[in-house]
């Protein structure tokens, strides 16, 4: 086993992504000697205690960071202002302080500041995830081969960025470097917007007439199925990843029904060669993707 | 091997859903005891001619009818009109004439009139297919546990729909009779629409400047690949679909936009109840899908 960069790693909240990172700190190594956690429902504390998955498990943030030369949080970012609230008078000197939310520009926002000047603040996300989500569905290798995002604000101590950067190396991850707002526009296009219109879209099929609802799931095959995998997502952590990365969402959202207007006007007068040269972009970007191995 | 419902089946357009059947009807048998086909390019003809997957390659649609007791149309459905008019008069007493393509109301609308009265029209759907197209992307296997639609006008012969559902049957499909009506309403849905956004949001992500577009090919596994994958399929067919089923899609393209607005509105505003039922809802619609193995 690799050397770990941390020797004590708490977790805040261990579900999907906290619990794969502790099952790959005992598979793997490389990542913290010790692993403490906590959650916000007794019933997911125990379960986690039942898994056997970290070495600890604590009912309070408070006290799962206390000596903790990491702290990780790893609940929904709609929470990160009132958890970094509660776990900043017990941070450990020097200790590193990151993240695996989905949005960095707001976490930046609510978490940045209540550090403490003794501790260090490197905001992360890894691009890795199911549709499932709570502390059973986590595995040990959900991060290899995957990136692992930090956004540093200016200034920050390069040693804790480092040991940040190795932790997620050695769970397997590519570690990028990005700004904040970039990696926040990123991923409005890239995974916000598409899951915004998969579960829009389970709602416009759910309004139908019954009749009709009933061969929309029949036939789902045919393309809808694809959305609703998508749409299977925690709605707690999506609803917090929508409401936190409102602005660069909005104008993606804003620039897709634009286009969406456009492509409907198309059909409506019949314009084909619009219409082709659109489904061929489409094309294009597959063909990059799997150039790029990453379809 | 079942016995064939049809002595022999010409296949006018053979590519992704044309060649499948031919290999089905050589490999599972059960279809037709000859098969024939042909093509619009002598290019493709050629391919299949050197693929071995039918009995005999003719150049023209006029000379590939001739004989046969049944012809199917598996060309993009824009194509038909030209073509029923193009073998009506070549068409053999009794033969049936049914065809594959993804939109009904519009099928009947092109190649009814044409029909003669010797002959028996049975419009269909097998509701299969893979982003590929060309009759190299074919295989037998196609068809099996997925659905094939007919939506024969009434007062079709009871005898010819029949021996199009067996065709089916022996393909490996479930046969079911719909209005056409209807049919096209639920493929807006599950099917056209989908691919639809997920051309136009190719087209979004294209648009954006160089420095995110790099970054949108990296991170696409988040959701955004999901989109893609289904936007790789054949433009020609998919804008035929699109402006032969121009109402239904237009009345779904719009109700989707509305919700698209009423989510973005949410979002703006911070209403997290509306957005979480929203979302409750995706993953009901996907719970019901896993119910129904249809995920
Ligand atoms: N899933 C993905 O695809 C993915 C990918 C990359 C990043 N992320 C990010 O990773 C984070 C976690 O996502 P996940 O998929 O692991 O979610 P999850 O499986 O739903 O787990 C969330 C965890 O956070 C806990 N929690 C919720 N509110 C809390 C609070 N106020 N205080 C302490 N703990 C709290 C939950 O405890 P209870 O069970 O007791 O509620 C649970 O342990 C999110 O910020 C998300 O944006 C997710
Ligand atoms: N792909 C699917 O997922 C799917 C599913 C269900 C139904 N369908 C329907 O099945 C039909 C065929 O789709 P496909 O995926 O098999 O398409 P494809 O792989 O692109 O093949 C189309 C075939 O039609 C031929 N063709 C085109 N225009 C023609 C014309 N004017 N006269 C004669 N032949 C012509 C093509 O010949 P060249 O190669 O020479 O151009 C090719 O052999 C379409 O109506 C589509 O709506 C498709």
Redesign the interface.
């Known amino acids: 086993m690799p050397d770990a960069p941390f020797r004590r790693l708490a977790l805040i909240g261990i579900g999907l992504i906290g619990s794969s990172l502790a099952r790959a700190a005992k598979e793997k190594g490389g990542i913290a000697d010790e692993v403490v956690a906590t959650a916000r429902s007794a019933a997911t504390r125990d379960t986690v205690r039942r898994l056997g998955i970290v070495d600890r498990v604590e009912d309070t943030a408070a006290a799962a960071v206390a000596g903790a030369d990491c702290v990780m949080l790893c609940a929904p970012v709609g929470a990160f202002a009132d958890i970094a609230a509660a776990i900043a008078p017990h941070l450990a000197r020097d200790a590193v302080l990151t993240d695996v939310g989905s949005t960095k520009g707001s976490v930046i926002r609510d978490v940045g500041p209540y550090v403490p000047d003794h501790a260090h603040f490197v905001p992360g996300h890894p691009?890795a995830?199911t549709?499932h989500s709570g502390p059973e569905a986590g595995f040990a290798t959900l991060f290899e081969g995957?990136?692992a995002i930090l956004t540093p604000p200016p200034g920050t101590d390069e040693a804790a960025v480092a040991k940040v950067a190795t932790l997620w190396r050695n769970a397997g991850s590519m570690v990028e470097i990005m700004e904040p707002q970039?990696h926040d526009?990123?991923?409005a296009?890239?995974?916000?917007?598409?899951?915004?219109?998969?579960?829009?879209?389970?709602?416009?099929?759910?309004?139908?007439e019954e009749?009709?609802r009933q061969?929309?799931?029949?036939?789902?095959?045919?393309?809808?199925?694809?959305?609703?995998?998508?749409?299977?997502?925690d709605?707690?952590m999506?609803?917090d990843v929508?409401?936190n990365n409102?602005e660069a969402?909005?104008e993606?959202?804003?620039?897709?029904?634009e286009?969406?207007?456009a492509?409907?006007r198309a059909?409506?007068w019949?314009d084909?060669s619009y219409?082709?040269d659109?489904?061929?972009?489409?094309?294009?970007?597959?063909?990059?993707?799997i150039e790029?191995r990453?379809?």
Do not use: N
Not at 189 to 208: E, N, Q, R, W, Y
Not at 252 to 257: D, G, I, K, L, P
């Open positions: 691009i995830g549709e995957r990136y970039h526009k990123v991923f296009i890239v995974s916000h917007l598409p899951h915004l219109i998969a579960f829009t879209i389970c709602g416009t099929a759910d309004d139908l009749e009709s061969a929309v799931l029949r036939f789902a095959a045919s393309g809808f199925r694809d959305f609703t995998r998508i749409a299977a997502s709605p707690e999506w609803r929508f409401l409102r969402l909005l993606m959202a804003q620039r897709f029904t286009d969406m207007t492509m409907a059909v409506r019949g084909a219409i082709e659109k489904i061929a972009r489409g094309r294009r970007i597959r063909r990059r993707l790029l990453q379809a």
